[in-house]
């Protein structure tokens, strides 16, 4: 192309990782399994390292097909150096706050983190000698700062937290560090680089769960670190030294399912807004927490930082105690019970921060209810919504 003009994200998500010589004439680059890799030569295996995409030398470093992928992942961060992939969102967690630290370190972690990046905080990163101290997702940059000693090395953030939505001063937090040499990483699941480009927001690591609505279709587990040039070569080795690696078969599922990645979250998000919109007006209904409604913390910011919202968000329900909510979720029809999100399909679960709170446990309007919106038709998941509402209240 002569046009030296960015892509927009939708055509990038077309044309990302998608090289000529990995496609080979092909719309997609196809699934290539392999362990061992054949050379001609001694001098050729000798070539092949140190392993770097592009260039095939043993199965744990990929072929094209988790290549593309990777590519494609970082073709969506502007100023980004690289992606590497893991089998889990929650291993790429752990792995990106294992690489930038060691013991007699500390860590920042926000307090509305997902409950096992907060265990994995609590427990391993603490017997390798880290100490994890919580911040409150709603703290300004200043207020983070105040809490930083000699040792911090790193600041976690998730935009929005886990169960209850505040949305977090990400820039702000990010040029602060920057200021002082520290390493942000950022949980970016809820959004990915569709809605919130976190790479060119300040983010030195930036973490996407693909179990969500990257592969979208709720039939496979994976997670992507995209890193700043500074962070890219320090990730990857303690990725290759941890043995980390995904499947051909699941790469390719995950790069179909990024291909229609932006078309989803649009369509998840006018599902969310149009129900989250209905159940405000229920008298039954208490607090939305929905970065894109006035009323959820940080909701200024949201409007500030993201490109759109997705389909995650949750509720209070007014004058009900637990059994109450949790009759509430079992007698609907169209909402499956079930952990995860980010698949085509509606589910409904309790939302407790209970245990997982240590410096912020705001009171809500009753006990919550975390709704993924899918792909129905948003009039159908309303009516079941309301049927639910009448037979538990
Ligand atoms: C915000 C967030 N981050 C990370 C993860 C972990 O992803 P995985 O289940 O692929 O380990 C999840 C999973 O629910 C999540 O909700």
Redesign the pocket.
């Known amino acids: 192309m002569t046009d030296k003009k960015p892509l927009h994200p939708d055509t990038k998500l077309v044309v990302g990782g998608r090289r000529k010589d990995w496609l080979r004439g092909m719309v997609n680059v196809p699934v290539s399994r392999t362990s061992t890799v054949l050379f001609d030569t001694i001098g050729e295996m000798d070539a092949a390292y140190p392993p770097k995409d592009g260039r095939l030398s043993y199965g744990r470093n990929g072929t094209w097909t988790q290549w593309s992928l990777a590519e494609a992942l970082t073709e969506l961060e502007p100023g980004a150096a690289g992606t590497l992939l893991f089998p889990?969102?929650?291993?790429?967690?752990a792995i990106a706050l294992t690489s930038v630290l060691s013991p007699g370190d500390e860590l920042l972690m926000v307090d509305s983190a997902?409950g096992?990046?907060r265990h994995f905080c609590d427990r391993d990163l603490k017997r390798l000698g880290v100490t994890t101290r919580y911040y409150d997702p709603l703290a300004t940059a200043d207020e983070v700062e105040a809490m930083l000693s000699d040792k911090t090395r790193a600041i976690f953030m998730?935009s929005p937290g886990?169960l209850t939505f505040e949305v977090q001063d990400v820039p702000g937090i990010c040029a602060m560090a920057k200021a002082r040499g520290l390493t942000t990483l950022l949980?970016n699941?809820?959004a990915t680089s569709i809605f919130f480009t976190a790479i060119e927001k300040g983010i030195d690591l930036s973490?996407v769960?693909?179990?969500?609505y990257v592969s979208g279709h709720s039939d496979l587990?994976?997670?992507a670190v995209t890193a700043a040039p500074s962070h890219f070569e320090k990730l990857s080795r303690t990725g290759r030294g941890f043995g980390q690696y995904v499947s051909p078969d699941d790469a390719y599922l995950a790069a179909r399912g990024l291909r229609t990645l932006g078309v989803r979250l649009r369509q998840h998000e006018l599902g969310a807004v149009k129900i989250a919109h209905w159940l405000k007006d229920q008298p039954q209904v208490g607090a939305i927490l929905h970065p894109a409604f006035a009323e959820s913390a940080g909701h200024e910011l949201w409007r500030r930082d993201f490109t759109g919202s997705s389909g995650l968000f949750a509720f209070a329900l007014k004058d009900a105690d637990e059994a109450a909510r949790d009759s509430f979720i079992e007698s609907l029809q169209l909402f499956g019970i079930g952990?995860?999100?980010g698949g085509f399909e509606s589910l409904a679960v309790p939302s407790d921060t209970r245990n997982l709170r240590t410096v912020t446990n705001r009171a809500q309007s009753g006990p919550l209810v975390r709704l993924h919106i899918g792909l129905e038709d948003p009039d159908d998941l309303i009516a079941d919504l309301a049927r639910a509402l009448t037979q538990s209240g």
């Open positions: 889990s969102g929650s291993a790429a967690v997902y096992p990046t998730e886990s949980d699941t809820w973490i769960a693909c179990t969500k587990m994976m997670g952990y995860s999100w």
